[in-house]
């Protein structure tokens, strides 16, 4: 058990709706990270915060936004979703502000867009 | 696009065996790390090796850093049925501060 917990676990919804995935990283990290994983994409980097500052953007598209809340855990809300945007949402957390060491990845949220 | 990529993506061997895959990065690093998955769940950070760092250890598994070829391999010894898995390389640059995942090699360790 990593100590970052994602739910849902699973989220099965329809074209154009929008979700909300939540990640509480491990007690006393600061940042939190969101992945995305597909079989043609690979692992992805959407986005980092630290202490409730974004630090860096990765290849997340307009249609999906992230904050970190002042109890650290954060959420990724994603809004009008397409087929393509079904993947496994990873979150994952560490103590540093850089990312330059381990993360600790949650299970992850299994997202499909039917 | 991906910074690191795996080599080879997939690999099957006999649970004993070592089992090598290599990663090979584009741009100079700060630091190059190995995760980890076990089918459908998360990742689990293995080792991490510094710029400056050309060998480490832990446990069964050794990691090589060749900055001057941009690649870096991973060594499982002795390979256990519980190693099947998929492993990937990540390739961190402190400038834009992102850790990057190349496409993951799956190993097979059959019994």
């Known amino acids: 058990d990593s100590g970052v917990t994602q739910t849902p676990k699973h989220l099965i919804t329809a074209t154009g709706q929008r979700v909300t995935l939540r990640c509480s990283p491990r007690?006393?990290?600061?940042?939190v990270y969101w992945y995305q994983q597909s079989l043609d994409q690979g692992l992805q980097f959407l986005i980092h915060y630290y202490n409730g500052e974004e630090r860096a953007k990765g290849n997340i598209l307009e249609r999906f936004s992230a904050q970190q809340f002042p109890d650290l855990h954060s959420e990724l809300n994603l809004s009008s979703l397409e087929l393509g945007d079904s993947a496994l949402y990873f979150c994952?957390?560490?103590?540093?502000?850089?990312?330059?060491?381990?993360?600790?990845f949650g299970s992850g949220t299994q997202l499909s867009v039917l | 696009s991906q910074q690191g990529e795996e080599d080879p993506q997939a690999l099957s061997i006999q649970e004993g065996e070592n089992a090598t895959m290599n990663c090979s990065y584009k741009?100079?690093?700060?630091?190059l790390q190995w995760y980890r998955q076990n089918s459908g769940r998360g990742l689990v950070h293995l080792i991490l090796?510094?710029?400056?760092?050309r060998e480490k250890h832990s446990g069964r598994l050794r990691v090589t850093l060749d900055t001057s070829k941009k690649s870096s391999s991973l060594l499982i010894t002795a390979s256990r049925a519980a190693d099947t898995a998929s492993y990937f390389c990540?390739?961190?640059?402190?400038?834009?501060?992102?850790?990057?995942f190349g496409g993951g090699t799956r190993v097979l360790v059959k019994p």
């Open positions: 007690s006393g990290d600061l940042s």
């Open positions: 090796i510094r710029s400056n760092e």
């Open positions: 994952a957390s560490s103590a540093y502000r850089g990312v330059g060491e381990k993360l600790f």
């Open positions: 990540a390739t961190f640059k402190a400038a834009g501060n992102k850790l990057t």
């Open positions: 741009t100079s690093i700060n630091n």
